[in-house]
């Protein structure tokens, strides 16, 4: 199981120096949220900060991008330095377009789902994604509590995913602490993002290493 520190709880005038400290704290990925004030009410970054940090570290850039339109991007955070980039399910018309526009691009393909959206849904791009995300907060804002009904939804996106006889990564994000990483890996997940259970931990070694279940 591989743990994604998300960027959004981080010290962001420290931002370069804070990627490295996620790497030296033993973390797979760092999640880096991009959100476009349209598809989700909060604004965060862009592919310029993404290009600013990528020399930092060598970790993998777990990309997730919470904007509208985003094959219009897709190409500009592959350049940055993504080397992940999942997109939302309900932020475009062109989802399988742009799915192939990042494989095209020679980055890991990922497909996220708010949590009203149905499992049933992903199942069309199944054979185009290296990972799944599920969202267990609606999408916006670190700190907001873990959607219990996610539990259901995950066990659910990891048998499709067994079915499918495919090796897709089952990422999960929104209120993962140590509190509940059990039951998130237990049902299924395979990657979890954490940003405030991480970066409010004594320090991030310990708030990575906690979720290690
Ligand atoms: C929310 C973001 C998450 C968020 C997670 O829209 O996608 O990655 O930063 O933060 P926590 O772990 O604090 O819920
Ligand atoms: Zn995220």
Redesign the pocket.
Known sequence: MKVSP????CDFAHFGDQIRAVEEAGAEYI?I?V?DGVF?P?ISLGPVMVKAVRPYASIVFDT?L?IVNPIKYVEEFAKAGADLITIHLESCDNVEETLLKIKSLGKKVGLSIKPKTPVSALEPYLPLLDLILI?S????????AYIPESTAKIAETAALIKKSGRDIELEV?????AANAKEVVDAGATVL??????FKAKDLKTGVDALRV
């Open positions: 998300s960027i959004l709880s999640h949220d959100m989700v909060n997730h919470m969202m907060v609606e999408p916006g804002f670190g700190g907001q994000d929104g209120g993962i602490s993002v954490a940003g405030s259970a991480v």
